[in-house]
């Protein structure tokens, strides 16, 4: 995968390397499109940041329970981290976008994403390197980054409530700390989590080291990174469109300094939150309340693209390429090679001391896994899930999380593939 240089973020580059373009789409043409689908009440424009909100520095407990807050466009430097002129950061740039995001030909839906990407764009840094990542939020709605596999201070583990304020409209929240360990790691968003595992707010976090045991003992010569991805497009929809409604009325209220943090289901501790139950205030999970909805993915995706749309994995004779694969959703993928065995050489980013020969591998949610394949069978060979449900196209097979490992090498094969829609 492409390395990025000291000052910018390097685009997302598909199977072969090549950058990809982000969406030409406007977020008025998007909320438009997402109201009239679902017939409800979406969000305009942002409010304007408040004088009082520039520069504020995180560290003395959450903003959420200040009456009268508003953190829209603040610049958030959160506590614990070195100082820009202690250590000579790499620095980045990340938003939270709403975009229109398409899976195939004729199957587009609305979904958050980190830079107008999905995925979101690679970070490919050297381990021990000092990261600062300037995250913006450019929607309606409240965000965080965690930096899945990362170890790294408390304050930027990007858990709402727990190590930070959720980070609002229009503001800037700054992350800083040192990439380590080694391996294939990821970042994603980790407020209203099931909305944003269907909304693919996640990107693949590499950190590479001039140590790495799986080069020395397979000396691959390309790196591909394969995000899994489980999307409810009809879930995201409907959700994201109650979301935006209900921020709606929630930055309205902050902005006229009326934001109970009871609205949001914020509390101090289990002591307040037992209280506020006492005296009238109604948990949304309570028995009686109206249906929650549970999502049911119908779409399965690597890299943001449902087979035949997604891009294959290139090599030739005698050659070890390395896959990372990356569970961005909550489903459990088992992942099989026709046609050869790889070795399974790391899991969750670390590396495994005695590589294990495989066909087939589980990737679970939240689990990295690292193969190498060594080309020594020349063909076209299927890689996609063995689960016949995540290789289907809104219930049509084939299609989902599957592509093609292809020998670039080959001279006049006896067969060449064609693409079937519907078997």
């Known amino acids: 995968m492409q390395k990025s240089d000291d000052s910018t973020m390097p685009p997302r580059a598909d199977a072969r390397g090549e950058p990809d373009e982000s969406l030409p789409l406007t977020r008025r043409n998007l909320l438009r499109s997402a109201a009239a689908a679902t017939g409800g009440a979406l969000l305009g424009s942002a409010l304007s940041p408040p004088a009082s909100a520039a520069g504020y520095q995180g560290g003395e407990g959450s903003m959420m329970f200040m009456p009268g807050h508003s953190m829209i466009g603040a610049h958030t430097e ?15 740039d990340l938003t ?21 990407r999905v995925p979101g764009p690679v970070f490919r840094v050297q381990e021990n390197d000092w ?33 930070q304020d959720p980070i609002h409209p229009e503001e800037t929240f700054v992350y800083r700390f040192q990439a380590r360990p080694a391996g294939t790691r990821f970042y994603h968003c980790h407020w209203s989590t099931p ?11 590499i950190i590479d080291s001039p140590d790495d045991p799986v080069r020395a003992q397979f000396p691959y010569t390309r790196d591909y990174v394969l995000v899994l991805e489980s999307f409810d497009t009809v879930f995201t929809r409907k959700q994201m469109n109650a979301v935006l409604g209900g921020m709606k009325r929630v930055n309205k209220l902050m902005a006229m300094g009326k934001l109970d943090p009871a609205t949001h289901g914020f509390f101090r501790d289990y002591d ?21 909805l549970v999502p049911d993915p119908n779409f399965f995706a690597i890299n943001g693209k449902c087979y035949p749309a997604t891009e ?22 088992h992942m099989h090679l026709h046609g050869h065995q790889f070795w399974h050489v790391a899991e969750d980013g670390n ?17 990295t896994q690292d193969i190498i394949v060594l080309g020594n069978n020349p063909g076209f060979w ?13 219930g049509v097979y084939p299609g989902g999380m599957l592509t093609m490992l292809v020998y670039e090498d080959m001279e006049d094969p006896p067969y060449v593939p064609s693409i079937a829609i519907n078997e």
């Open 382 to 394: 299927t890689f996609h899930d063995h689960d016949v449900r995540r290789v289907m196209n809104n």
């Open 195 to 205: 909305l944003h595992m269907m909304s693919a707010l996640h990107g693949a976090f």
């Open 351 to 367: 590396p495994i001391p005695q590589p294990l020969r495989k066909n087939t591998i589980e990737v679970g949610p939240g689990k």
């Open 312 to 333: 294959k994995i290139g090599i030739v004779r005698d050659e070890f390429i390395r896959i990372r694969l990356i569970n961005g959703g909550f489903l459990v993928h």
């Open 96 to 116: 939270f976008d709403i975009v229109e995001h398409e899976l195939l030909p004729r199957v587009r839906f609305p979904v958050f994403a980190f830079n107008k």
């Open 272 to 292: 307040e939150m037992l209280a506020a139950i006492e005296a009238g205030w109604r948990p949304p999970y309570a028995m009686g309340n109206s249906e929650a």
């Open 131 to 163: 990261i600062k990542v300037n995250a913006t939020n450019k929607t309606e709605v409240m965000h965080t980054i965690h930096w899945h596999g990362v170890d790294l201070i408390y304050t930027m583990d990007g858990v709402p409530m727990v190590t």
């Open 78 to 92: 959160a506590l614990g981290a070195p100082a820009d002129h202690e250590v000579r950061y790499r620095e980045f």
